[in-house]
């Protein structure tokens, strides 16, 4: 369960990142007029998310989690910051045998 709690923790804080440079690149189509930097940031984001779907799935199988407990932990990949949060509370959860 090591190896899928480090990946889980990687594509977290991947997710996180992206997450927070798409509100950016939002903020300069809206705001600035400048729809570049979403096309390029938005599709990138939208396939790292998926990729963070499927390790938290396979995470959640292998600590058997609820359902409730892994959707909370998959939607988190869609709020900034909360990602971040997320990563913490299943990390520490995980690491004491305690399922969402």
Do not use: C, Q
């Not at 939002?26 to 400048?34: A, H």
């Not at 570049?36 to 939208?46: A, S, W």
């Not at 932990?73 to 997320?86: D, E, H, N, Q, R």
């Amino acid at each position: 369960m090591s190896g899928a709690l480090n990946r889980f923790r990687f594509m977290a804080y991947v997710v996180g990142v992206g997450l927070l440079l798409l509100v950016v690149a939002m903020l300069f189509k809206y705001l600035g007029d400048s729809p570049g930097l979403i096309k390029l940031v938005g599709p990138v984001h939208g396939f790292l998310y998926a990729i963070y779907l499927v390790i938290a799935v396979d995470l959640g199988l292998k600590a058997r989690w609820s359902i409730k407990g892994t959707v909370l932990v998959l939607l988190a990949g869609t709020i900034p910051f909360l990602s971040f949060y997320a990563e913490r509370k299943v990390v520490e959860r995980v690491r004491e045998g305690v399922p969402l």
